[in-house]
């Protein structure tokens, strides 16, 4: 149960910083501006988890034969990612 409070609050926080760097005219965004608000240094399983669920918009570039995740540009918050921002 704390996990998902946790998570739910790291989720949040990549909304508003995604919110904030591109009301501030960051771009390109890439998940190397979020770093800092994951102390795992997951950021970018959190991203893929938010694509996944339609909160945001990004272009996954992939390394390798098995195209492995490598890292996240052109991350865009969708309306979806920007109603959850404003409950």
Not at 4 to 11: A, G, R
Not at 17 to 28: A, K, S
Not at 40 to 62: F, H, Q, S, W
Request: charge should be negative; aromatic fraction near 4%; glycine fraction near 6%.
């Amino acid at each position: 149960m704390e996990v998902n409070t946790v998570n739910q609050k790291l989720i949040y926080a990549i909304l508003q910083e995604i919110d904030t760097c591109l009301n501030q005219g960051v771009l390109p965004l890439h998940d190397d501006y979020l770093q800092h608000l994951s102390e795992a240094g997951d950021i970018l399983e959190y991203l893929l988890l938010m694509k996944n669920e339609r909160l945001i918009g990004g272009t996954l570039v992939t390394k390798g034969f098995n195209h492995t995740p490598h890292r996240m540009t052109n991350i865009n918050l969708t309306h979806l990612g920007r109603k959850a921002l404003h409950l």
